[in-house]
């Protein structure tokens, strides 16, 4: 039996190229970091997010990551509310996901309804 992924997903895959780690997929260098703390200071929520998934995947800083990502949500991010929302209901603070959910609804975040809805289940 063959395990060439070729023949397993169709061509195109090399198996002499290195994969693209996700640390690799949200690297930054030094410039880049400045740059975006310094929109974020400004007001810019992606920036802010995107300060968020640098550290959370691929420094893999937890506070500094949570740091952003608070930033980016009170910036009206909505992917950055559900996330917020989503771990309050992880943690079983509904009154607190409820809170954020909402923002995360209003500032467009569509995957956030699905979650509206088990957390009203939940109070």
């Given at each position: 039996?063959?395990?060439?992924?070729?023949?397993?997903?169709?061509?195109?895959?090399?198996?002499?190229?290195?994969?693209?780690?996700?640390?690799?997929?949200?690297?930054?260098?030094?410039?880049?970091?400045?740059?975006?703390?310094?929109?974020?200071?400004?007001?810019?929520?992606?920036?802010?997010?995107?300060?968020?998934?640098?550290?959370?995947?691929?420094?893999?800083?937890?506070?500094?990551?949570?740091?952003?990502?608070?930033?980016?949500?009170?910036?009206?991010?909505?992917?950055?509310?559900?996330?917020?929302?989503?771990?309050?209901?992880?943690?079983?603070?509904?009154e607190?996901?409820?809170?954020?959910c909402e923002?995360?609804?209003?500032?467009?975040?569509?995957?956030?309804?699905?979650?509206?809805?088990?957390?009203?289940?939940?109070?």
């Amino acid at each position: 039996m063959s395990h060439d992924p070729n023949e397993l997903f169709g061509k195109g895959i090399s198996l002499d190229e290195d994969p693209v780690s996700t640390a690799n997929a949200f690297g930054l260098g030094e410039e880049e970091l400045f740059d975006l703390a310094e929109k974020s200071k400004k007001g810019d929520k992606g920036a802010a997010y995107r300060l968020y998934e640098f550290y959370q995947f691929s420094m893999y800083d937890k506070d500094k990551a949570s740091h952003w990502l608070i930033v980016a949500a009170n910036l009206n991010h909505g992917t950055a509310q559900h996330t917020i929302a989503l771990d309050f209901f992880e943690d079983g603070k509904y009154e607190k996901a409820l809170s954020w959910c909402e923002k995360a609804i209003e500032n467009g975040e569509v995957n956030a309804r699905e979650l509206l809805d088990e957390i009203k289940e939940r109070l």
